[in-house]
């Protein structure tokens, strides 16, 4: 669903009727420029690329960047000034995605939101040319490290942190761990596995052969290659459908706890998935005391997105992208919002949370290395459980250490 945004007017006949009521003449006046004051203001054009169609438009959260942008407008945006947001759908495919980001551009907004799910690389040498600020997921190789794009994780396509193997150490208690992905990932699956020693886990089995989605029946005959391998913990980059690994470990009767870092609904399976691990750069939705989770929950319901807040997993992320986007950037320049003044304050960026919703946040330090520390959930009886909770519901590791082959 897309969301369109409309500037509240005010009217001249509230005026009008203030003089008729018997207020003075000066009241009215000092209205009235109040008001033109107001309308002077304007709004201030952002661009939105994102994958509202295609393959990758239910995993986008886009919906949480939406919220936020609504509940700005309505609680007076930037110092008076309203966002427009334009959105550019990226459609799931690199060669649409430049072709939006070219618009996007070409429409010379003070800044663009990125969300486009990885199909982003296509348009790097297009969107750093053209000196427009931008704040993006950091999920694609060579989107940062430029002196214009800003990702609120850092750069974790080329960066990895041992935190993986600690959350499953830590939570999972796990000893003897099975690292497994796609072979798109083999530089990141092999620094995984050599971080064992010291996190203190032993790891027993790697396989960097699985495709990038497990069919019922690959995910069963994984199930029992991990349970010949005695591996108690598994870790997974670049494989979805984890859901049906854990549920299939469960059934054949191991203990053994599976950390994915894609959140998927767990409404299918229920308590057969029971012990799995969710683990994430940013606080899950379902994660308690927290000031950032409740204003992101309170702005979904606001903007007609409450069904989704807790399943769409990169919601709260989108947020507190545009939140960056918006609190350290736009308001920090102040009008008129030049590409300049944005990306200066967007440098500026010191241990910044979103109100805890992710990790400190700090620039140019996260233009070269990737996020260490990581929310997570269990599933318990079923249900998603946070382990972390709090301002600061993480878990760290060791610094992020650049992949093998990037």
């Known amino acids: 669903m897309r969301l369109g945004f409309r500037r509240v007017q ?60 609504h509940w700005l407008n309505a609680h007076g945006g930037v110092d008076g000034h309203k966002i427009t947001v334009k959105q550019y759908d990226a459609g799931s495919s690199p060669t649409t995605a430049l072709q939006a980001f070219r618009r996007a551009i070409a429409a010379k907004p003070a800044a663009i939101l990125e969300s486009a799910s990885g199909e982003e690389i296509s348009s790097l040498s297009a969107v750093t040319s053209s000196g427009i600020p931008v704040v993006d997921d950091g999920f694609a190789p060579g989107w940062i490290d430029k002196p214009t794009l800003f990702s609120p994780v850092g750069d974790v396509s080329t960066h990895l ?40 886990v032993k790891v027993v089995m790697t396989d960097l052969s699985e495709p990038e989605t497990l069919t019922s029946a690959q995910a069963l005959t994984l199930a029992e ?13 670049g494989v979805l459908a984890i859901n049906q690994l854990q549920a299939d470990l469960n059934q054949l009767g191991v203990k053994v ?23 994430e750069d940013w606080a899950s939705p379902y994660v308690k005391n927290n000031a950032g989770i409740k204003a992101y929950l309170a702005a979904m319901k606001s903007a007609g997105y409450g069904s989704v807040a807790y399943s769409a997993g990169f919601a709260p992320f989108r947020y507190a992208q545009a939140e960056m986007l918006v609190q350290e950037g736009l308001k920090k320049a102040g009008a008129p919002f030049s590409h300049k003044a944005v990306i200066k304050a967007l ?45 600061h519901p993480f878990v760290c590791g060791g610094p992020s250490t650049k992949t093998p082959g990037t």
Request: proline share 4%.
């Open 257 to 279: 706890t599976v950390a994915d870092p894609v959140f998927e609904s767990d409404a299918q399976f229920g308590k057969t998935i029971d012990g799995e691990l969710f683990a």
């Open 347 to 391: 440098s500026g960026v010191k241990n910044w949370t979103a109100n805890g919703i992710l990790a400190p946040v700090s620039f140019p330090q996260f233009q070269q290395v990737g996020i260490h520390c990581l929310s997570v959930m269990k599933v318990v009886n079923g249900k998603w459980v946070p382990e972390t909770n709090g301002n």
């Open 225 to 237: 290659q991990i349970k010949s391998s005695g591996a108690n913990g598994v870790s997974v980059i």
């Open 10 to 69: 005010r009217s001249a006949a509230a005026v009008v009727l203030l003089a008729v009521a018997g207020l003075v003449a000066t009241t009215a006046t000092a209205s009235a420029k109040s008001t033109a004051r107001a309308a002077a203001k304007g709004s201030i054009p952002v661009a939105l690329v994102s994958d509202f169609t295609g393959a990758l438009a239910p995993s986008t959260g886009v919906q949480g960047a939406l919220a936020y942008f």
């Open 161 to 200: 942190s041992d935190v993986w193997l600690t959350v499953l150490k830590h939570f999972g208690h796990a000893t003897k761990v099975a690292v497994i992905g796609s072979s798109l990932e083999t530089g990141d699956l092999k620094l995984l596995a050599k971080s064992g020693p010291d996190v203190g």
